[in-house]
């Protein structure tokens, strides 16, 4: 049996979510063949970079890549305004993709492949990236998988209710990111005892708050310097010219970041660094301020303050789509910054942390035993594959919670 992991993106946040469930069914699986399919160099590096040794010995690495002469015009002509070469490179790789028994995915492209490409065979599982509250994540293109893995019983019901799927072809696996090491220290966050806020905003232009007010943000970190800031935003905020987003279609500019946030000595920006996507930053704040990105769950892995920036004025308590929120405060305008983190501080023990733990343990079914073991597992017996004992290997960490 070959089973492929492919990583096709421009940046490299979706390797941990479902790489470390390739690694662990190496280690157990002697008889089946792996592959793991990149589509860029530094989609391969981040793979033999959190690859523990085992790619090459165990696993084999191909970078997929485009072939034809169209297809190389096309991303030419496109590629700083849409992710031209994601859609293209299925239709100049289908050989390879035949070649499998089971593809492994952390994204909802890669369906093309049945429903453009007519491999109607391929079986497909989805292992998602994140564990966040977006509707997109719970439309009617996930029920196209063959199985899907989850991490907690929030995504198992949605996805039954809202996307209509079978709750048979569903896994709870818990999260296979957090069985990685943390990514250590953010050194350039001086630790002088004022607080550190992560601004964490995502780049879909009609959720998120960097277009309608980021600016502002960082403007009153510039003249309250008795906090230090993290900007690292989604890694694909400022990844191209333009965002586009198709959930509900609409393109944006991000714009360029200006001198004077550069310059101020409490703010530390980050556009797509290695610690963007490794929960190194989420690891370190001790606040947690952005919009809709699933991060904030990963934050929620020790309960922390939250302020949450609503510009759009969304209609938000009770929708699911923004369950995150109740998390902490939620402010429309960047001028009531100062009094919603002095909020989510004051009343976070008593008020906001036993809803975050309540909204973590909904979102993450995490137990004694690692999470990509728990996915491994759950993908050989798909497979129809013997799965014995899977035992942890050095590299992979048990979770702590405070």
């Known amino acids: 049996m070959k089973i492929g992991f492919l990583f096709n993106h421009d940046q490299v946040h979706q390797v941990a979510h479902s790489l470390p469930i390739a690694l662990a069914l190496a280690r157990a699986q002697s008889s089946v063949e792996i592959v793991v399919a990149t589509t860029n160099r530094r989609l391969s590096a981040e793979v033999i970079r959190l690859g523990l040794g085992l790619i090459g010995p165990r696993i084999r690495l191909v970078e997929l890549g485009l072939t034809r002469t169209t297809s190389r015009l096309a991303k030419q002509a496109f590629e700083g305004v849409a992710p031209a070469t994601r859609l293209l ?17 952390a994204e909802k ?15 497909i599982v989805h ?24 991490s907690g019983p929030k995504i198992r019901d949605r996805l039954v209710q809202e996307a209509g799927l079978d709750p048979a072809v569903i896994s709870i696996v818990g999260y296979p990111k957090f069985d990685l090491a943390l990514g250590g220290p953010v050194h350039p966050v001086i630790d002088d005892g004022r607080p550190v806020v992560l601004y964490n905003p995502h780049p879909s232009p009609h959720l998120s708050s960097w277009f309608a007010m980021g600016r502002q943000v960082l403007d009153w970190f510039v003249e309250h310097d008795d906090h230090h800031l993290i900007f690292a935003p989604h890694v694909m905020l400022f990844e191209r010219r333009f965002v586009l987003t198709v959930d509900r279609l609409r393109l944006d500019r991000p714009g360029r970041i200006e001198e004077r946030y550069l310059r101020a000595s409490n703010i530390h920006i980050d556009l797509g660094s290695r610690a963007c996507t490794n929960m190194a930053y989420t690891h370190r704040a001790d606040v947690y301020l952005g919009d809709v990105s699933s991060q904030v769950y990963e934050f929620l892995l020790r309960p922390r303050p939250c302020v949450f920036l609503n510009p759009g004025r ?25 009094a919603a983190l002095l909020s989510a501080r004051r009343e976070h023990w008593d008020l906001y942390r036993p809803i975050q733990q309540t909204l973590f343990e909904r979102s993450f079914d995490l137990t004694d035993e690692p999470s990509s073991i728990r996915a491994a597992r759950a993908l050989a017996e798909f497979c129809g594959l013997p799965a014995p004992g899977l035992a942890p290997a050095q590299g992979l960490l048990g979770v702590a919670r405070a």
Do not use: C, Q
Request: aromatic share 10%; no cysteine.
């Open 127 to 150: 292992t998602r990236h994140g564990a966040g509250d977006r509707a997109i994540g719970f439309d009617k293109a996930s029920a196209g998988f063959d199985h899907v893995m989850v």
């Open 314 to 338: 969304h209609a938000w308590e009770g929708d699911p789509n923004f369950a995150h929120w109740r998390a902490g405060p939620v402010i429309e305008r960047a001028g009531e910054l100062g």
């Open 89 to 105: 490179v299925y239709g100049d790789n289908l050989d390879f993709f035949r070649s499998l028994d089971v593809l492994v995915v």
């Open 109 to 123: 492209t890669s369906l093309i492949l049945k429903t453009r490409h007519g491999l109607k065979n391929l079986r």
